[in-house]
């Protein structure tokens, strides 16, 4: 493409999550000049790995979801990244002191069934809640587990929605011993130039291309790519034109939820279980669980969802290790809690620039993804895990929806190369 001097640079990609890394690295090598603004310092959004005390430590995304068809443990094989194809220990019987092998089949049994109404004959009302149970005694477990899964009660979730994601997984849920957020952070392309510390505050596509405002100045672009959060983009923190509010709708329908991570250090030898999960109360809908020693590491890795996560943005992450301290207690007695030290907490949903964990469609509005998906005239480009129609939520899904994203601007701003 002949350079045009009225845009800085052919494409902006905005976010650097892991849809930008999808979008970058499909674009690199094809001649176009791209830049990315990216609001934070770093590469990743969701994909987060730090290493604290020697250990790798995903604070987002820590599961390479339907392993077989997900395209950065691809990357991860190519690259020579050690995967971990160990069972998840979701499923496993826990060693619970309050949670009875029956009970506990009990329970599962109760969210099979549920889950088997919710596919063979869905609520009309199109509310997962609808296909719950009213008698059954393991509501508040399935609302537990609807938090970890979408982050929300089964009242705001679109059973259409979570039956197209449950079609398309599969069992296998792999980890990477390095952390998936290092994997994504690695993938960027070097031939990709990248501003960090620039939010997007405003997009203008009214005239040629599009301008992009940020505080360090405009950019003008042929044509953009936008994959942030739809908690940012439903937000008032980027001016949008007037005509992109069915996009802004759409996200607004296609909320994020609430979920954190909450990492603990094992100090010393204690008998503790390892890769064992353990629900700290399986009645209670709000209940965190705990993952002890996921791959043998020194750690119990608490997943908090729904209310729960959300108390960590209103309370900080303080107020909720000092309650885990108390259900972990009442688990494992006090002698343990000499053994376990608060390492490590997330807060998503208080990052400005990302505002919750995950996306599920609100009843009614499972089509919205589709919406969120479509280019506006021939220069914004939409991706992120959101716009994916089944593999929303998930890291894959994003970078899925980078490339699609980055081949439709492709086919339209250089239709030979894109071929
Ligand atoms: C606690 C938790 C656990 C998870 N576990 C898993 C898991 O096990 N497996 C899995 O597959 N997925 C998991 N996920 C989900 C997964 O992390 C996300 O779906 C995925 O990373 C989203 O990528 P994205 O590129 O769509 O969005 P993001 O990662 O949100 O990227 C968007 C980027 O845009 C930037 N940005 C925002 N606003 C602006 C602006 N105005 N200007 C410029 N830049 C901006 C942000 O800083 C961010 O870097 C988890 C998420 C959380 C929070």
């Known amino acids: 493409m002949a350079h045009d001097k009225t845009f800085d640079v052919d494409v902006v990609i905005v976010g650097g999550g892991a849809a930008g890394v999808g979008a970058a690295r499909r674009l690199s090598g094809s001649g176009l000049s791209v830049w990315l603004l990216e609001a934070s310092q770093r590469i990743g959004g969701r994909g987060w790995t730090i290493d604290l005390e020697g250990i790798p430590l995903d604070m987002g995304c820590g599961w390479l979801h339907s392993a077989e068809h997900n395209g950065w443990r691809a990357i991860a094989e190519e690259q020579g990244w050690e995967i971990d194809r160990r069972a998840a220990a979701w499923d496993k019987p826990q060693p619970h002191p309050h949670f009875s092998d029956v009970e506990q089949a009990e329970a599962h049994a109760a969210f099979h069934a549920w889950h088997e109404r919710l596919m063979s004959s869905p609520p009309a009302s199109d509310r997962a809640a609808d296909a719950l149970d009213p008698q059954s005694p393991w509501n508040g477990y399935l609302q537990a587990m609807s938090g970890y899964i979408s982050g ?108 954190e991570k909450l990492f603990f250090h094992i100090d010393g030898e204690i008998d503790l279980p390892t890769e064992q999960v353990i629900i700290a109360d399986p009645r209670d809908a709000d209940s965190p669980v705990f993952y002890f020693r996921p791959l043998e590491r020194p750690l119990v890795e608490t997943f908090l ?75 914004l480009f939409f991706a992120g895990e959101a716009t994916h129609p089944d593999a929303f939520s998930t890291a894959h899904g994003a970078l899925a929806s980078g490339e699609r994203a980055a081949n439709e601007l492709l086919a339209l701003l250089q239709p030979a190369a894109s071929r």
């Open 305 to 379: 969802g729904g209310r729960s996560a959300h108390r960590v943005s209103l309370e900080g992450p303080a107020a909720s290790f000092d309650q885990l301290t108390a259900s972990l207690t009442r688990l494992l007695g006090s002698e343990a809690m000499k053994h376990l030290r608060p390492l490590a907490s997330s807060a998503w949903s208080a990052s400005t620039y990302i505002r919750g964990s995950y996306s599920h469609a609100l009843p009614g509005h499972a089509h919205q993804r589709q919406q969120l998906a479509s280019p506006f005239r021939d220069r």
């Open 152 to 259: 929300a009660p089964l009242e705001r979730i679109s059973a259409t929605d979570y039956n197209a994601y449950e079609r398309a997984a599969t069992e296998h849920n792999w980890r990477l011993l390095r952390g998936y957020g290092s994997l994504i952070a690695s993938q960027w392309p070097g031939d990709v130039g990248c501003r960090f510390a620039s939010p997007v505050e405003g997009i203008d596509a009214d005239g040629p291309g599009v301008k992009l405002t940020t505080p360090q100045g405009t950019v003008r672009s042929r044509a953009a790519i936008i994959t942030v959060s739809t908690n940012v983009l439903a937000g008032n923190l980027i001016r949008l034109p007037g005509a992109l509010d069915e996009w802004r709708h759409a996200a607004s329908c296609l909320p994020l939820g609430c979920d």
